[in-house]
């Protein structure tokens, strides 16, 4: 609908032949880019291809090394540090940049605050806030404080905040990486919305899917060069995915090895109830890849903290290669084999002002002990070894975690969290804003480590992703256990089903079935 | 978010570029040494400087515990009363020994021991209420230091404490003589240094550190008994400052309840200048000890010269610190 405004309507932003360094080591070479009013225009690549850095650029929060920008049709040096805003150019970073202490009314209305009479008028921009939300269907209380939100909702009131904005172009650096199916349609419910309105908006994505069914052009970048800019109605996600990475993708899921259905359960929870669950019961088998599926804020991740000793559990027994364990701490947990990967890599995974190296052995520093002291020498042949293993891209390792791009901080956190050589692993959005040759990667990973008598709990808001890999599904609703699905019932429409709760399974029979 | 990095990118090799916020304080010590020699003939004696450097070794030891705290994301606002209070009960213990153990070593000894033990058990209460009584370390240490101020000159009685001049004589040496010629004070400030330079740097602990004033929640999510570390910190903490007084009462041999004022600032002001983050995540004991000893030198040369008045030298610590401030702030925007 919106695309014959996008096709006619003259060009808002443009890049001209824009290079990038930092310091010595060049990024992006000579790109060109531009959209129009009313257009949604998606920038995809690998992790590390450079597509945040280009959005950066097109919203001064760095500068060019060399080409130009230009909008309304001049030649323009933004402004930095997000003054650009004013100009009327939204961005939303992959990062969050939320202050993590004030309210979501106050986060919404940063910078410009609504006064009256010199004061500020407090009431109008929480009711102001509330309805924004509304309309992105999120049910959080404008006065809760950011630091006690999800990361999904964060999420969504950094949107609420971006689209409050009298915004000319809307930046997204991958929006959706940590919403479900359900916030996402209502995401893209909005971004028509602003488009029809005449916004122009750039998106960028790892899921393609999305960006076929939202864009109308799509810019790849490999390694910092453009490869193409192409409309999206001459495309299939499978060509986009091989420009994209330079070569055919083919099987992106492994093929899954028969489980063994008499292989013994080595890990087993019972009643467990905690905060957010309520009465969850399952069985993991050895070599087994167990996933879980439900909405956001199901239960999931409470589930899988209980179980490590992270959070308090109120009930509930858990068996470990038929042993009752009682983990309190993490420490505990590890040591018998069993590893959490949290979904939160840069809240709760990765300390950002640090190196490669003390991230990847923070979980086992103690295998790095010589007569007490630490071998940095055994931690540089561990980083080697996962660097290879994970493909982690780095131009060096003493370069801080957090100015990796985010697919290669996930590598290195999956490779941290297998430093500690578990026996069973639990898997929270292992492929969060990871690419699709990435992804393919660490699909086979998985496959792999369950093929060779690991187990691995697999949490996953991404369907095709549970779908493709798991062995069994558990579906949670309501930080309870909706139903577990084997073989052929494993559908995407059976798990909506379960998730939704249109569908809820009569009895525990299943559960170690 | 922005991520802070306390050594920004590697530099290749080629194009030599001295790195202001590694070297920063090493240039800053070299420059008032220039000084200092420039002004004064006297500087680089050899009595001036050992007196300064003795001089320091009290702070000097206080801070290295204090970079620790602070690393993992703490404040110790209390070290100065601490060392107070430490003081006073030292000195009433060896008096109090004297009948039963006579004057001689056994009676320092004991003093030295109870010195650190108190310390010890100080930094316990500190970090028990800071960790399992989920307190700010800045409101408990700044309670404690209110208690241990007020205990101490309690104890005194309002006034001084001081100790059996026997003892004192005997205790003397620990002060004012060394190994060839370098004083006690001094060689234990070196020893603490380099100890408190491998605990950083490598071992667990110290890796710990850094990991919790970085982010805690990663470092729970890492396997790592935060609270467990965090107390170690303010143990460590509590032992040094023990340590440091068992150094400084046999200077004076007296107590009294203006002992330590002041201690914790210019402990604290040490450890930033050397270029620890005052928020956490990273710090480095060489660079507390150059803090440390800048602090001191400031003091001296104004003492040198006749140009400049030595009231002053509060202001001139000032300046430095903020400088030391800016110079951080400037590593984090990239
Ligand atoms: N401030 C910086 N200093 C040094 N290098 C940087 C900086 N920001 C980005 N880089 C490097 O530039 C390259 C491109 O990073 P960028 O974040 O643009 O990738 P991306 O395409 O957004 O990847 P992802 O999909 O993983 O988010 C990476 O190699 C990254 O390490
Ligand atoms: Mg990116």
């Not at chain 2, 307190?135 to 005194?156: C, D, H, N, P």
Request: aromatic share 6%; hydrophobic share 45%; charged share 20%.
């Amino acid at each position: 609908m919106a695309s014959s405004v996008g096709e006619t309507a003259p060009i808002i932003l443009a890049a001209s032949r824009v290079s990038k360094s930092f310091g010595e080591i060049p990024v992006l070479f000579s790109i060109d880019f531009d959209i129009r009013p009313g257009e949604v225009h998606a920038v995809i690549g690998e992790n590390g291809a450079g597509k945040s850095t280009l959005i950066k650029i097109l919203s001064g929060l760095e500068q060019p090394t060399s080409g130009s920008i230009s909008f309304d049709g001049q030649t323009v040096v933004l402004p930095p540090n997000g003054a650009a805003e004013a100009m009327g150019i939204v961005l939303i970073h992959q990062e969050m940049n939320l202050a993590e202490h004030l309210t979501v009314a106050d986060s919404i209305f940063l910078g410009r605050e609504l006064k009256k009479f010199g004061f500020l008028d407090v009431r109008e921009m929480r009711k102001r806030a509330a309805a924004v939300m509304e309309t992105l269907h999120v049910h959080v209380d404008p006065d809760a404080r950011i630091n006690t939100l999800s990361v999904a909702d964060k999420q969504m009131v950094e949107i609420a905040k971006a689209i409050s904005r009298d915004a000319r172009v809307l930046i997204m650096d991958e929006p959706t990486a940590v919403l479900s199916v359900g916030e996402t349609q209502t995401l893209f419910e909005q971004i028509r919305r602003l488009t029809a309105r005449g916004v122009a908006v750039i998106f960028i994505s790892h899921k393609l899917d999305e960006i076929m069914e939202l864009a109308q052009r799509v810019t790849v970048l490999r390694d910092g060069q453009l490869i193409a800019t192409v409309g999206t109605e001459a495309l299939t996600p499978d060509s986009i995915a091989q420009m994209m990475v330079g070569r055919e993708l083919s099987n992106l899921y492994p093929p899954k090895h028969e489980p063994d259905v008499d292989a013994p359960a080595v890990l087993s929870v019972r009643n467990l109830s905690a905060l957010g669950v309520a009465d969850v019961s399952f069985d993991l088998r050895r070599g087994e890849i167990l996933g879980f599926a439900g909405l956001i804020g199901s239960g999931r991740t409470a589930v899988a903290e209980a179980i490590v000793g992270l959070t308090h559990r109120s009930s509930g027994q858990i068996t470990l290669d038929g042993k009752p364990v009682d983990f309190t701490r993490v420490s505990q947990s590890v040591d018998a084999g069993l590893a959490y990967m949290t979904k939160d890599r840069k809240g709760k995974g990765l300390l950002l002002n640090m190196g490669l190296r003390p991230n990847l052995t923070l979980l086992t520093v103690k295998k790095h002990l010589r007569a007490g002291f630490l071998d940095s020498a055994s931690e540089t042949r561990a980083l080697e070894r996962a660097v290879r293993r994970f493909d982690i891209r780095a131009r060096d390792a003493s370069v801080a975690v957090g100015r990796l791009s985010g697919g290669n901080q996930q590598k290195l956190m999956l490779g941290k969290t297998m430093e500690s050589e578990p026996d069973i692993i639990i898997m929270d959005e292992p492929t969060r804003g990871i690419d699709v040759g990435t992804k393919q990667q660490i699909y086979h990973i998985i496959a792999a480590l369950a093929a060779e008598g690991k187990s691995i709990i697999l949490i996953s808001s991404e369907l095709q992703e549970v779908i493709g890999l798991s062995h069994r599904v558990v579906v949670m609703r309501n930080g309870r256990l909706a139903g577990v699905l084997e073989g052929a019932e494993i559908t995407e429409s059976e798990i909506m089903r379960y998730a939704a709760g249109i569908k809820q399974s009569g009895n525990d029979e299943r559960i170690s079935a | 978010m922005s991520a802070s990095a306390p050594d920004t990118a590697a530099k290749p090799a080629r194009g030599f570029r001295i790195d202001l916020k590694t070297a920063g304080p090493l240039l800053a010590l070299a420059l008032l040494v220039l000084l200092g020699i420039t002004l004064n003939e006297n500087f680089l004696s050899y009595s001036n400087l050992t007196n300064v450097l003795a001089r320091s070794s009290f702070i000097g030891i206080i801070a290295i515990g204090a970079t620790f705290v602070i690393t993992a994301g703490g404040l110790d606002l209390s070290v100065g009363s601490m060392a107070a209070v430490i003081a006073g009960v030292m000195i009433m213990v060896m008096n109090w020994l004297i009948p039963s153990f006579g004057i001689g070593w056994s009676v320092v000894l004991a003093g030295m021991a109870s010195g650190i033990l108190l310390g010890g058990v100080a930094g316990v209460f500190n970090g028990l209420m800071i960790t399992r009584g989920r307190i700010e370390a800045f409101i408990v240490t700044l309670g404690t230091m209110g208690i241990f101020r007020s205990l101490v000159t309690f104890l005194a009685n309002g006034g001084t404490l001081s100790l059996n001049f026997n003892v004192a004589d005997v205790y003397r040496p620990v002060y004012y003589d060394g190994i060839l010629g370098v004083p006690w004070p001094i060689l234990v400030f070196a020893l603490v240094a380099i100890a408190g330079e491998i605990l950083m740097r490598r071992t667990a602990f110290g890796r710990y550190c850094a990991a919790i004033g970085s982010n805690e929640q990663v470092a729970r999510y890492s396997s790592i008994n935060v609270d467990n570390v965090r107390l170690l910190t303010y143990i460590l903490q509590g032992v040094l400052v023990g340590v440091a007084v068992l150094l400084y009462v046999p200077r004076l041999g007296s107590a009294s309840s203006t002992t330590g004022v002041l201690w914790e600032l210019e402990a604290i002001a040490g450890v930033i200048i050397g270029g620890t983050t005052l928020k956490g995540g990273y710090g480095r004991i060489w660079g507390t000890v150059v803090g440390v000893v800048i602090l001191g030198l400031i003091g001296n040369i104004l003492n040198l010269q006749s140009l400049i008045s030595p009231y002053l030298n509060g202001a001139f610590q000032g300046v430095i610190i903020i400088l030391a401030v800016l110079l951080q702030r400037e590593r984090r925007t990239s």
